[in-house]
């Protein structure tokens, strides 16, 4: 039997990875680095998984005939060459392998932190230039000092644990960390950036170049922050304020500044920056050892496999981190969050403004990307005519102009893991709350504010009727005589109203459903049909 999955690796790929995939029985491995775009677009159809680096650029031509083509691995972080749009609108993953250089970066980003608190750039330079000067290189100690981590991901966390160990007193700012600490109440979150500003010795930044993190570490910020501070820059170049640097530099404000990141790469050679003996620079090798390289190459076609079997996706880039290799919890809130959506669906009668999850439990927060896109695909999935995945439902979404927000908190809530789905649709907001309890079965415990306790699963009415005697014993009545069996009931009531949530045997007469709706008191009458658990 021919193996089940061609991979073309278009670019040249460390050889652990090539030998990874050689290695797999159902993957034949074509390596052809060197193809011009032309002769790339000509065959990429015939494969069912790609693999670069930085060096192929795959353009919407080079993606315009996808044949069999699934998805697109990047072995390395950066994905400016892959259009991540032409493969979105062809339903193509694109996945890169950002995980394999977390540790290196988070180390070089320490090594810098250490080599700026001994001088160590500026007193190797001296001695090279047959120098030996002890005094003006003396340095400070890290233990017992603040950093202050911006941006608390993967980098942002692993130099936290580092900084932990090394007797630093850690704090950190991530605004879409809703936390007050975090590591086991190690580290202190602030709300604000400029709230952690006054507290650190040394800031090192984590966080992606956008508009809110270009410039944020600029002359009005450096301002707050404590005289003499030294900060880091491992992540983008222009997170720190390139012109604003300097200048806090020469007033003594910056103690000193090391930087693996650039506005331009390379920085002109007539650049300050290089020269500056406050300014210790390295040319962007945050990821490059050779142990990150090949994880790079390992895990991308770790990754792209592991996708093309239905194991699981990890990485996606045009997928929000979805992942399927979920431990047994976190499957079970997957599964729920689409029940919730495909619940509270029928309530939107106007177009969505905004969708906001809340996750609460660190357990839940790793998942917030699966869970995000499931949820999606059951809140719109009836409302559009588009087939909704994975890959698509973010970008249709966002496309719509549905404001999507996620946020989550590492403390477990009252009752454990929660999710909570907002959806503000013009003057409205609709609310449903799940929890999954020790007996594995996913519950939604609140909708709009009533609360309740109740399996999401098989055919459910959900009816909001006026708060009046008699109201419940009508409907018992009218399904009795329409012969379709009750299973389950929840009544919840808030001020005049009550929201009557009914598992039902089998699937309603349509002809009952029109009744109940013209009952007086009854308001809505909504009918979901949703999958049965697994047994
Ligand atoms: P990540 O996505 O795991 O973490 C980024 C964190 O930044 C997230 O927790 C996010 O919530 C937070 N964040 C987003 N906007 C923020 C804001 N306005 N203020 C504060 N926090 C904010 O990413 P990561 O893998 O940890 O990478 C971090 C950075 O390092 C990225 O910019 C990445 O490109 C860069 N990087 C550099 C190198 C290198 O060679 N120097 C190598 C790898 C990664």
Same mark, same amino acid.
């Given at each position: 039997m021919p193996p089940a999955f061609k991979i073309l690796a278009a670019d040249k790929l460390a050889d652990e990875g090539l030998a990874f995939i050689r290695d797999q029985k159902d993957a034949e491995l074509v390596n052809k680095p060197g193809l011009t775009e032309q002769q790339l677009a000509d065959i990429i159809g015939e494969h069912d998984g790609l693999i670069v680096r930085s060096g192929v650029q795959v353009t919407a031509a080079v993606l315009d005939? !996808? /044949?069999r083509l699934r998805a697109v691995a990047r072995a390395g972080v950066g994905v400016d060459n892959i259009d991540i749009e032409a493969a979105t609108a062809k339903g193509i993953l694109v996945m890169n392998s950002a995980e394999a250089s977390t540790t290196s970066t988070a180390e070089h980003a320490f090594a810098l932190m250490m080599a700026l608190a001994r001088n160590i750039g500026q007193s190797y330079h001296t001695m090279h230039e047959g120098g030996w000067d002890r005094n003006k290189f003396q340095g400070s100690q890290l233990s017992g000092k603040t950093l202050g981590v911006v941006g608390f991901g993967r980098i942002g966390r692993t130099v936290a644990e580092r900084a932990v160990a090394f007797g630093m007193k850690v704090v950190a700012y991530d605004p879409f960390f809703n936390a007050s600490t975090a590591l086991d109440g190690k580290v202190k979150m602030y709300g604000e950036f400029t709230e952690l500003l006054p507290h650190s010795d040394f800031l090192t930044f984590h966080v992606p170049l956008n508009d809110q993190t270009r410039g944020m570490l600029n002359k009005q910020t450096f301002a707050l922050c404590r005289q003499g501070v030294r900060v880091i820059n491992a992540a983008r170049g222009g997170i720190i304020s390139e012109a604003d640097l300097l200048p806090a530099i020469e007033s003594g404000q910056c103690g000193g500044a090391a930087l +693996?990141?650039? +506005? &331009?790469? @390379?920085? !002109?050679? =007539?650049? @300050?920056l290089r020269t500056h003996p406050k300014v210790l620079v390295t040319p962007h090798l945050g990821a490059s050892t050779l142990e990150a390289q090949r994880a790079v190459s390992v895990g991308a076609a770790t990754a792209l496999l592991e996708y093309l079997r239905g194991e699981g996706i990890s990485g996606a880039v045009n997928a929000g981190g979805v992942r399927l290799d979920l431990d047994p919890i976190q499957a079970r809130f997957v599964d729920l969050s689409q029940r919730m959506a495909r619940l509270i669906a029928p309530m939107l009668c106007q177009g969505i403004d905004r969708v906001t999850f809340e996750l609460t439990g660190k357990q839940l927060a790793s998942a917030a990307g699966t869970i995000e896109r499931m949820a999606l695909i059951g809140l719109l999935g009836k409302h559009l005519d588009v087939p909704l995945n994975v890959v698509n439902v973010k970008p249709i979404a966002e496309q719509r102009g549905i404001a999507l927000r996620t946020v989550t908190t590492e403390e477990d809530g009252l009752g454990g893991l929660e999710l909570a789905i907002e959806i503000e649709h013009g003057e409205e907001t609709c609310r449903i709350v799940g929890r999954v309890y020790n007996d594995d079965r996913p519950r939604v415990v609140q909708i709009n504010g009533y609360h309740m306790d109740i399996v999401p699963a098989g055919v459910m009415v959900l009816i909001l009727n006026e =708060? &009046? !005697?008699g109201t419940v014993g009508l409907v018992g009545t009218d399904f009795g005589q329409a012969g379709v069996n009750i299973a389950d009931m929840a009544i919840s009531r808030r001020q005049t109203k009550a929201l009557m949530t009914l598992k039902l045997d089998g699937e309603p007469p349509e002809a009952l459903i029109n009744r109940l709706r013209h009952? @007086? /008191?009854?308001?809505k009458v909504m009918i979901v049909k949703l999958p049965e658990l697994p047994q």
């Amino acid at each position: 039997m021919p193996p089940a999955f061609k991979i073309l690796a278009a670019d040249k790929l460390a050889d652990e990875g090539l030998a990874f995939i050689r290695d797999q029985k159902d993957a034949e491995l074509v390596n052809k680095p060197g193809l011009t775009e032309q002769q790339l677009a000509d065959i990429i159809g015939e494969h069912d998984g790609l693999i670069v680096r930085s060096g192929v650029q795959v353009t919407a031509a080079v993606l315009d005939r !996808p /044949g069999r083509l699934r998805a697109v691995a990047r072995a390395g972080v950066g994905v400016d060459n892959i259009d991540i749009e032409a493969a979105t609108a062809k339903g193509i993953l694109v996945m890169n392998s950002a995980e394999a250089s977390t540790t290196s970066t988070a180390e070089h980003a320490f090594a810098l932190m250490m080599a700026l608190a001994r001088n160590i750039g500026q007193s190797y330079h001296t001695m090279h230039e047959g120098g030996w000067d002890r005094n003006k290189f003396q340095g400070s100690q890290l233990s017992g000092k603040t950093l202050g981590v911006v941006g608390f991901g993967r980098i942002g966390r692993t130099v936290a644990e580092r900084a932990v160990a090394f007797g630093m007193k850690v704090v950190a700012y991530d605004p879409f960390f809703n936390a007050s600490t975090a590591l086991d109440g190690k580290v202190k979150m602030y709300g604000e950036f400029t709230e952690l500003l006054p507290h650190s010795d040394f800031l090192t930044f984590h966080v992606p170049l956008n508009d809110q993190t270009r410039g944020m570490l600029n002359k009005q910020t450096f301002a707050l922050c404590r005289q003499g501070v030294r900060v880091i820059n491992a992540a983008r170049g222009g997170i720190i304020s390139e012109a604003d640097l300097l200048p806090a530099i020469e007033s003594g404000q910056c103690g000193g500044a090391a930087l +693996d990141v650039f +506005d &331009t790469e @390379p920085p !002109p050679a =007539d650049s @300050p920056l290089r020269t500056h003996p406050k300014v210790l620079v390295t040319p962007h090798l945050g990821a490059s050892t050779l142990e990150a390289q090949r994880a790079v190459s390992v895990g991308a076609a770790t990754a792209l496999l592991e996708y093309l079997r239905g194991e699981g996706i990890s990485g996606a880039v045009n997928a929000g981190g979805v992942r399927l290799d979920l431990d047994p919890i976190q499957a079970r809130f997957v599964d729920l969050s689409q029940r919730m959506a495909r619940l509270i669906a029928p309530m939107l009668c106007q177009g969505i403004d905004r969708v906001t999850f809340e996750l609460t439990g660190k357990q839940l927060a790793s998942a917030a990307g699966t869970i995000e896109r499931m949820a999606l695909i059951g809140l719109l999935g009836k409302h559009l005519d588009v087939p909704l995945n994975v890959v698509n439902v973010k970008p249709i979404a966002e496309q719509r102009g549905i404001a999507l927000r996620t946020v989550t908190t590492e403390e477990d809530g009252l009752g454990g893991l929660e999710l909570a789905i907002e959806i503000e649709h013009g003057e409205e907001t609709c609310r449903i709350v799940g929890r999954v309890y020790n007996d594995d079965r996913p519950r939604v415990v609140q909708i709009n504010g009533y609360h309740m306790d109740i399996v999401p699963a098989g055919v459910m009415v959900l009816i909001l009727n006026e =708060d &009046t !005697p008699g109201t419940v014993g009508l409907v018992g009545t009218d399904f009795g005589q329409a012969g379709v069996n009750i299973a389950d009931m929840a009544i919840s009531r808030r001020q005049t109203k009550a929201l009557m949530t009914l598992k039902l045997d089998g699937e309603p007469p349509e002809a009952l459903i029109n009744r109940l709706r013209h009952r @007086p /008191g009854i308001l809505k009458v909504m009918i979901v049909k949703l999958p049965e658990l697994p047994q």
